[in-house]
């Protein structure tokens, strides 16, 4: 490869052209010394690039000011080993405590909470619950609850009606009416009294046998009834 020309005018007017330069061919090269091409060179150049703005994302071990939307990777390490470092800080001895006071109690829930079916009054929460199971089922609320289902929640109804008349038995009203019932509990019962013509009345009293109505107009006829319940 000719690299440049050396123009002599001789004596007799001929130019003489002469070369310098040689042609890299059969060149020895070494580590330090070696030929790349224009391709080879553009893609150093490239390479070299890269790692310059890679280093430049990576930064340096000092680098502060790291966060999850900025700074270099040395940056947000540092940010985290502060962090930590912050937060083991605050782990006291106290703190520790309450983690094993957790363990202790979930422990607790756990034991509390294992499946057992032999019901218990006292027992775990499932020995509770399978001993209330057993009430509903096969205990005496249960047998209660069936019978009740059986029979139904009304046990009698008594009905009729009557007509007060002025009150010489010392109930409330100024006219009222005692009515002979069959035996009930009046504990369990409700009383229902009808009436019209804006005549109000009332119940004033029920016992075992007897209902007393009262009202405070006139002489009226009103109906009345007397349900029971189991």
């Known amino acids: 490869m000719v690299t440049k020309q050396i123009k002599h005018k001789q004596d007799d007017g001929q130019e003489v052209v002469l ?12 580590e330090e010394r070696q030929f790349v091409t224009a391709a080879e060179k553009a893609a150093l150049q ?9 280093s430049g994302k990576v930064g340096a071990t000092g680098d502060t000011g790291g966060s999850a939307t900025a700074g270099t990777v040395f940056g947000k390490l540092n940010k985290l080993i502060a962090d930590l470092a912050t937060h083991m800080g605050r782990w006291t001895e106290a703190r520790a405590g309450y983690i094993d006071t957790i363990k202790t109690e979930v422990s607790e829930i756990k034991t509390s909470t294992d499946k057992n079916n032999t019901g218990s009054a006292s027992g775990t929460l499932s020995q509770k619950l399978s001993h209330i199971i057993g009430l509903l089922t096969d205990g005496e609320i249960g047998t209660k609850l069936d019978e009740v289902a059986a029979k139904g929640v009304v046990k009698s109804v008594q009905r009729g009606t009557a007509r007060t008349t002025p009150n010489t038995e010392g109930v409330c009203g100024e006219y009222a009416v005692s009515i002979p019932i069959a035996t009930v509990d ?17 119940c004033d009293s029920l016992t075992a046998d007897t209902l007393t109505i009262s009202n405070n107009v006139a002489v009226y006829y009103m109906s009345w009834q007397v349900i029971e319940f189991y």
């Open 186 to 202: 009046p504990d369990r019962c409700i009383v229902i009294i009808l009436s019209g013509d804006d005549v109000a009345a009332g």
């Open 46 to 54: 490239s390479a070299s690039e890269g790692v310059q703005t890679l």
């Open 19 to 30: 070369d310098i330069g040689a042609k890299a061919e059969n060149v020895e090269t070494d």
